[in-house]
T-cell receptor, first 113, second 117 residues
Framework: GESVGLHLPTLSVQEGDNSIINCAYSNSASDYFIWYKQESGKGPQFIIDIRSNMDKRQGQRVTVLLNKTVKHLSLQIAATQPGDSAVYFCAEPKGSNDYKLSFGAGTTVTVRA | EAQVTQNPRYLITVTGKKLTVTCSQNMNHEYMSWYRQDPGLGLRQIYYSMNVEVTDKGDVPEGYKVSRKEKRNFPLILESPSPNQTSLYFC????????????????FGEGSRLTVL
């Protein structure tokens, strides 16, 4: 079946270091993938997306890499800051229906001062 | 300010007592969706709506109903709540979800924490 999963449920990072959050997916037909950030007590917030015809996309301090060969997605955060502490989710369309988004269980990132 | 507003934010109720969680967005979005979030399970889609009077089931629709009579509102109805519906609920909206427009930038509400005793 289809699933979106994250390799590690938690990640502890020293402030200033780079963070890498990983996600494995199984739906080879997905046309796009999305990363969301959820801070404590808030709703998820869109970070960045990437279409399946791309390998890499950069945003402000974030880079998403897509490796379709091994069905792997990663989110890299440069110079991690305390405000980056949150739960990060990857998401993809479920099956052929773009309106059904499947979310991973999330990785909790904690930034150490 | 562009936002998705949910009410109530917190609710404790008893089994079988009908309740409605309202959701309203002021961005003229076509697409709206409800999710529940449970520890270790991430976000699971309950129902979604592609436009007024167009709704469809997500992954976990059992025990829930929705309606989309107006573009801005998408209430979630629990006709007879049960303890397994204790969860954190999120409403979300977007102009469009899919490959023809944006790729799924959903705007989420702040969440409604529901406890069913």
């Amino acid at each position: 079946g289809e699933s979106v999963g994250l390799h590690l449920p938690t990640l502890s990072v020293q402030e200033g270091d780079n963070s890498i959050i990983n996600c494995a997916y199984s739906n080879s037909a997905s046309d796009y993938f999305i990363w969301y950030k959820q801070e404590s007590g808030k709703g998820p917030q869109f970070i960045i997306d990437i279409r399946s015809n791309m390998d890499k996309r950069q945003g402000q301090r974030v880079t998403v890499l897509l490796n379709k060969t091994v069905k792997h997605l990663s989110l890299q955060i440069a110079a991690t800051q305390p405000g980056d502490s949150a739960v990060y989710f990857c998401a993809e369309p479920k099956g052929s229906n773009d309106y059904k988004l499947s979310f991973g269980a999330g990785t909790t990132v904690t930034v150490r001062a | 300010e562009a936002q998705v507003t949910q009410n109530p934010r917190y609710l404790i109720t008893v089994t079988g007592k009908k309740l409605t969680v309202t959701c309203s967005q002021n961005m003229n979005h076509e697409y709206m969706s409800w999710y529940r979030q449970d520890p270790g399970l991430g976000l699971r889609q309950i129902y979604y709506s592609m436009n007024v009077e167009v709704t469809d089931k997500g992954d976990v629709p059992e025990g829930y109903k929705v309606s989309r009579k107006e573009k801005r509102n998408f209430p979630l109805i629990l006709e007879s709540p049960s303890p397994n519906q204790t969860s954190l609920y999120f409403c979300a909206s977007s102009f469009h979800v899919g490959t023809t427009a944006n790729t799924g930038e959903l705007f989420f509400g702040e969440g409604s924490r529901l406890t069913v005793l």
